[in-house]
């Protein structure tokens, strides 16, 4: 189970509520694993720094998917602020955190989370650069 969260522009339907504007995927939170970053390399969002940049463009609103609205130092805690798996016991159905690794993609990342295995690249805190469809 996870959260995406996205950036749209505050121009919203006022009948419907329907983003009139365009909507971009920033990630997806997920409970112990890094912060799925969406980059979007055709677009030029290559890391946290363009992410930044556009939250902070004049009208721009970010979202989870409940329709929850943050600020940016929300989002970014959401992506910075993360920890706290418990790595002395290996998951419920695996038989060692090797197995778990090669079933789920993953490897031991900081903070005791998961990183993505298959990604564009790590992070230099706890997120991890994810490219394509991933919601």
Not at 49 to 63: P, S, Y
Request: proline letters at 5%.
């Amino acid at each position: 189970m996870g959260t995406n969260y996205y950036l749209s522009s505050s121009d919203r339907c006022t009948h419907c509520g329907h983003d009139a504007g365009e909507e971009l995927h920033i990630g997806k939170s997920s409970g112990g694993w890094c912060f799925s970053l969406h980059v979007i390399p055709d677009r030029g969002i290559n890391s946290l720094d363009d992410w930044r940049k556009l939250w902070n463009e004049l009208g721009r609103v970010i979202r989870d998917e409940y329709q929850t609205i943050l600020t940016p130092a929300e989002m970014e805690a959401q992506i910075v602020e993360r920890g706290s798996r418990d790595l002395s016991k290996v998951p419920m159905g695996y038989i060692s955190w090797e197995h778990f690794h090669s079933v789920n993609g993953s490897k031991p990342g900081p903070n005791g989370l998961l990183r993505h295995s298959f990604c564009a690249g790590h992070g230099p805190g706890p997120y991890d650069y994810i490219t394509g469809d991933f919601s």
